[in-house]
């Protein structure tokens, strides 16, 4: 996970409502944007002591000189506060896939799907939960035209399973010269995260785990997206406050 000193207390509802919801005992690595303060991360510490938070500028200084032969993709990673989730998190991984979890998502029951995608050591696909709409920086026909296949639509980068081999530098660095990648500051690491996804294997989670903009929980997780954020209060935690995760 990647975290901020504006949305480190959601990250921690996130993770409490993942652990409870799910039993697992998965490891932990948080990465910190550069502006948690320090009593941020003792209180990340305190909830989570066998994780591993990731310092900025510890991370500048083993990621950036990592990138030196990829120079779009260390030039991206130098100026987009949100690369990190493409660089940082495949840089620091001790596994072969990971669970890419956005601070934005309550968990209310076990995940089975998800869960079974996880742990299935056969299941070699990239799966996220479907977005809205589908929301790149780049044009599918040109992608098509360049690199023979079409991004998965809908994609979206703030729950979902991926493999460490679908996050390939070079492929990466030459996606970073498609037209108009660069045009919006966050479309571009959900592009990237669907370019890879769709180059290596992907397919989407049910549709219990979509986004979606009305009221209600409609399964066992739901990604509170910006337009949403405040359903996250007013609905999600006041639905764990009423659960017994705090008892746990």
């Known amino acids: 996970m990647l975290t901020s000193s504006d949305d480190w207390l959601n990250l921690l509802w996130a993770l409490k409502s993942f652990y409870w919801a799910s039993g697992r005992q998965y490891a932990l690595c948080i990465h910190d944007d550069g502006s948690l303060e320090d009593d941020h991360r003792a209180t990340l510490q305190e909830h989570f002591p066998d994780a591993s938070l990731i310092e900025r500028e510890a991370a500048d200084a083993r990621v950036i000189p990592s990138l030196d032969e990829y120079p779009k993709a260390k030039a991206f990673r130098q100026e987009n506060h949100l690369a990190p989730k493409l660089f940082d998190f495949r840089a620091y991984l001790e596994s072969d896939r990971m669970l ?20 299935d050591p056969t299941y070699q696909k990239n799966s996220v939960n479907r977005d809205m709409d589908t929301a790149y920086t780049v044009d599918p026909v040109d992608v098509h035209a360049q690199f023979g296949f079409e991004p998965v639509p809908q994609f979206n980068s703030g729950l979902g399973l991926i493999h460490r081999d679908s996050l390939r530098l070079d492929w990466i660095e030459v996606f970073l010269e498609l037209p108009d990648i660069r045009s919006h500051f966050w479309r571009i690491e959900q592009t990237l995260f669907a370019l890879c996804s769709s180059r290596y294997g992907v397919e989407l989670l049910p549709e219990s785990y979509d986004v979606h903009l009305g009221k209600g929980i409609r399964g066992p997780v739901r ?19 009423g659960s017994n995760m705090l008892q746990r």
């Open 100 to 119: 890419l979890l956005d601070s934005d998502v309550l968990f209310f029951d076990e995940p089975t799907e998800l869960l079974r995608r996880i742990e």
């Open 223 to 241: 990604h509170y997206v910006g337009a949403v954020r405040h359903l996250m209060y007013d609905e999600g935690i006041r639905r764990l406050v």
